[in-house]
């Protein structure tokens, strides 16, 4: 009797179980659902997207793709590449396919987003010292994957802060600064200045070119080469107050120039989100990192126009072979969607107007469609951790001083509820590592 009793207590938790996940299923279907206004949001959209190409992008057009999320642009016929891909020696076309649900979405949750790596965020990853922190030290792999977390933290003290430097929107207009010759054909100098934040990237020096590229220097984004040489750019900076964000790994001898020089800048190390199908390189990182930090980017010194011959550094000499037109498409992209703003001699106004941008409601709309599209966690939802695909307290030690930030910075963590959010890479439903207040 009492086996049979116990059989039908399981059958009746099974029941009951298998009810509640039916329950829960169907609700999560229901919310995500593609609902005609999602389907005329991302409508709207990509017809707004492509009268915004063909009014600002110098020649560049966009056309409808396969459906509501794909577009292709196109440069004029009479555009000649250069760039080789690396592989095949194939020159690249004139004609690059993107996903506006995929930018959207992704864009949307950068603004976010923590783009500097800490302490904290490997301590709340699933095996985050063993399985994530060794890759980002120069031999890693001779540290034995981090099991000895002492040497390690050793290893990353100096670059790692234990919670996040900077916030969302704790800048209002910020300016990235790219290298290219374009920058002395316009002295762009005093209105670089006017920003709240300056962010330039590698080596390129300052002094000899302030009517061209300006003084302020706030952040500057290296990649591994220079990385290898931070003795030398520190030099660039004469306040030497500039905040260095390395992109990739951090390399032994950049820890012993840190400890001997000595470097006395700040030294961060980036974390960055996968933006798939997106341009790469260090502008692009650049970018990613002024829209987690700032409410607006505007980019100089970038070769994004339609008919530029040949790509040149405004500090060295020319340099062929490296105009990659996707990169240029995808920036032009990103302006249509209203996340950037494009200057350059061609498009020299400061007060010029991006026509057919977007409204931030517009936006939203199309934020929420594409999320459901993709099938990303928390999709459709008005609550920002609903993006949390993994939820952690945490207690922070030397928190930034909510009371100093700008208005604008201190709303959004009341929205966000004082919590920092970290990109999981490689997520395949694109959610987030959140970090809970622990009050």
Known sequence: MRLLQLGFLVALASGFAAILIYITGVSTLYYNRISDEDYEALESLQSGFQKC?????????????????????????????????????????????????????????????TTILTKEYIDALPNGWEEYAWRRINKGVHLNHCQN??????????????????????????????????????????????????????????????????????????????????????????????????????HDNMSKMIREIPIKNPVYLMLGASFGSAAKGTGLKALEFALSICDSVDMYGFTVDPGYKEWTRYFSESRQGHTPLHGRAYYQMMECLGLIKIHSPM??????????????????????????????????????????????????????????????AINHQKFVKGTNMYPLQHSPVHGQLCLMAAN
């Open 149 to 250: 977390k002492t040497l390690c933290m050793e290893k990353l003290s100096l670059v790692l802060p234990e919670t996040p430097p900077y916030l969302p929107q704790q800048f209002g207009r910020c300016a990235v600064i790219g290298n290219s010759g374009d920058l002395l054909k316009t002295r762009f100098g005093k209105e670089i200045d006017g920003y709240d934040a300056v962010i330039r990237e590698n080596g390129a020096p300052i002094q000899n070119y302030t009517d061209y590229v300006g003084k302020k220097s706030t952040f500057r984004l290296l990649n591994r080469g220079s990385a290898k040489a931070l003795d030398k750019v520190v030099e660039l900076d004469e306040t030497r107050k500039e905040v260095l964000i390395v992109k990739t790994t951090i």
């Open 347 to 408: 498009r020299a106004d400061p007060n010029r107007v991006v026509k057919w941008v977007p409204s931030r409601r517009a936006i939203r709309a199309a934020q929420v469609a594409s999320e459901k599209l993709l099938r990303m966690v928390g999709a459709g939802s008005e609550d920002p951790l609903s993006a949390c695909l993994l939820i952690k307290k945490h207690v922070k030690q030397k928190p930034i001083l909510i009371s100093s930030l700008r208005k604008a």
């Open 53 to 113: 190409v063909s009014a600002n992008g110098l020649g560049l057009q966009a056309v409808s793709g396969k459906d509501s999320c794909h577009v292709t642009i196109k440069f004029p016929s009479d555009t000649v590449p250069k760039w080789r891909d690396p592989k095949t020696g194939e020159l690249e076309g004139l004609s690059f396919d993107f996903n506006l649900c995929e930018a959207v979405a992704t864009w949307e949750r950068v603004r976010n987003s």
